[in-house]
């Protein structure tokens, strides 16, 4: 399976899980916390931050419907146009943002959803493009952005094989080669039922390319089960408070839930080991107190043939392992063996 880099990182099987934090408009179109959101993202041990790079005119319409979890979480007057346009932050906003990413020593990266953006971002340096599940049809941009020649990060949410293809052959197509793709359940929130962990796998086999999960779920479980089965990187939306006004807040990590999930990231990648089944070295130690060894019974005199009902299984360790009970039935003690004593072999002698 091939790796992907962006910036100083590497993606892929036998790395690190590379973990974005998503603050996407979750800045309310001010830049203050637009940019605690970095730092806060910075302290929780994330790779990157991530933010949504957008011009309300060319995205959507003014008559454009909110989707229905907008409804329940904005103001329900406010057309999808206006509550876009009021996330909005300009180029000015964006140059700080990234300026300051730079100085935390975090990753800046961004989605844009729109050609002028992807100029924007381009001139900004930003060292990888995501590209968002809802526009994995929207083959004009994909191939704009695939022209920049940069690393590409594209989630699936609301897809189809085939439409993933699609998107696939455009971006190839431009001779971009670092690409991972990120299962994902486009809900505000995700149902657990719904998330399919297991369609990362598909992907991985479908496309023989990274795979990693963006996740939309309440909580931190899913994305660190993800890592579990093999998600080379996470996305995953925060916020600096879940009670602030806005469509993704109530669907968001709060500031030490995300410093949670790195922490529990970090400790499955540590756990997962190297696959070979062998003992540890405190495992050694332990297993000559844990485990048993083949015991007397009762007092055996010198010479006596051993039988069955003269010996136990019993802890510590030290004699020979309870697996050899049958040779030592019928064996002839060398000497005398006491009671509750470990039995070894140089305290027999095997007739058979």
Same mark, same amino acid.
């Given at each position: 399976?091939?790796?992907?880099?962006?910036?100083?990182?590497?993606?892929?099987?036998?790395?690190? $899980?590379?973990?974005?934090?998503?603050?996407?408009?979750?800045?309310?179109?001010?830049?203050?916390?637009?940019?605690? /959101?970095?730092?806060?993202?910075?302290?929780?041990?994330?790779?990157?931050?991530?933010?949504?790079?957008?011009?309300?005119?060319?995205?959507?319409?003014?008559?454009?419907?909110?989707?229905?979890?907008?409804?329940?979480? &904005?103001?329900?007057?406010?057309?999808?146009?206006?509550?876009?346009?009021?996330?909005? /932050?300009?180029?000015?906003?964006?140059?700080? /943002?990234?300026?300051?990413?730079?100085?935390?020593?975090?990753?800046?990266?961004?989605?844009?959803?729109?050609?002028?953006?992807?100029?924007?971002?381009?001139?900004?340096?930003?060292?990888?493009?995501?590209?968002?599940?809802?526009?994995?049809?929207?083959?004009?941009?994909?191939?704009?952005?695939?022209?920049?020649?940069?690393?590409?990060?594209?989630?699936?949410?609301?897809?189809?094989?085939?439409?993933?293809?699609?998107?696939?052959?455009?971006?190839?197509?431009?001779?971009?080669?670092?690409?991972?793709?990120?299962? $994902?359940? &486009?809900?505000?929130?995700?149902?657990?039922?719904?998330?399919?962990?297991?369609?990362?796998? &598909?992907?991985?086999?479908?496309?023989?390319?990274?795979?990693?999960?963006?996740?939309?779920?309440?909580?931190?479980?899913?994305?660190?089960?993800?890592?579990?089965?093999?998600? $080379?990187?996470?996305?995953?939306?925060?916020? /600096?408070?879940?009670?602030?006004?806005?469509?993704?807040?109530?669907?968001?990590?709060?500031?030490?839930?995300?410093?949670?999930?790195?922490?529990?990231?970090?400790?499955?990648?540590?756990?997962?080991?190297?696959?070979?089944?062998?003992?540890?070295?405190?495992?050694?130690?332990?297993?000559?107190?844990?485990?048993?060894?083949?015991?007397?019974?009762?007092?055996?005199?010198?010479?006596?043939?051993? &039988?069955?009902?003269?010996?136990?299984?019993?802890?510590?360790?030290?004699?020979?392992?309870?697996?050899?009970?049958?040779?030592?039935?019928?064996?002839?003690?060398?000497?005398?063996?006491?009671?509750?004593?470990?039995?070894?072999?140089?305290?027999?002698?095997?007739?058979?």
């Amino acid at each position: 399976m091939m790796k992907v880099k962006i910036a100083n990182r590497l993606i892929g099987e036998g790395e690190p $899980c590379f973990i974005v934090a998503e603050a996407g408009v979750n800045h309310n179109g001010k830049i203050n916390l637009a940019k605690k /959101l970095i730092d806060v993202a910075k302290d929780a041990g994330v790779d990157a931050v991530k933010f949504q790079k957008f011009k309300a005119e060319n995205v959507v319409t003014r008559k454009a419907p909110k989707a229905k979890y907008q409804q329940e979480t &904005t103001d329900t007057k406010e057309s999808q146009f206006d509550m876009i346009k009021r996330l909005e /932050l300009s180029v000015g906003i964006f140059e700080q /943002l990234a300026l300051r990413a730079h100085k935390r020593g975090i990753i800046f990266l961004s989605t844009p959803f729109d050609n002028e953006s992807v100029d924007i971002l381009d001139v900004l340096g930003v060292p990888a493009f995501k590209i968002a599940s809802g526009e994995i049809t929207n083959l004009p941009l994909i191939r704009y952005i695939a022209k920049r020649g940069k690393p590409v990060i594209l989630s699936t949410g609301m897809s189809s094989l085939g439409e993933v293809s699609e998107a696939l052959q455009v971006i190839q197509g431009e001779g971009v080669k670092d690409i991972v793709l990120l299962h $994902c359940v &486009t809900a505000y929130p995700a149902k657990v039922e719904d998330v399919n962990l297991k369609a990362m796998e &598909t992907l991985r086999h479908a496309f023989r390319l990274p795979v990693g999960l963006s996740d939309h779920t309440l909580g931190i479980n899913i994305p660190v089960a993800a890592v579990a089965l093999g998600a $080379c990187l996470i996305e995953k939306h925060f916020t /600096l408070d879940k009670s602030l006004p806005g469509p993704d807040h109530q669907a968001s990590l709060e500031p030490e839930e995300l410093k949670q999930m790195t922490k529990a990231i970090r400790e499955v990648e540590k756990a997962m080991g190297d696959g070979n089944k062998i003992p540890k070295e405190e495992e050694r130690q332990i297993r000559k107190v844990a485990r048993r060894s083949i015991v007397a019974t009762v007092n055996i005199p010198k010479g006596t043939i051993i &039988t069955e009902a003269m010996l136990a299984a019993k802890r510590p360790a030290t004699g020979l392992e309870p697996k050899y009970m049958n040779k030592v039935i019928g064996a002839v003690a060398r000497r005398r063996i006491q009671q509750d004593e470990p039995i070894t072999m140089n305290r027999l002698e095997i007739t058979r």
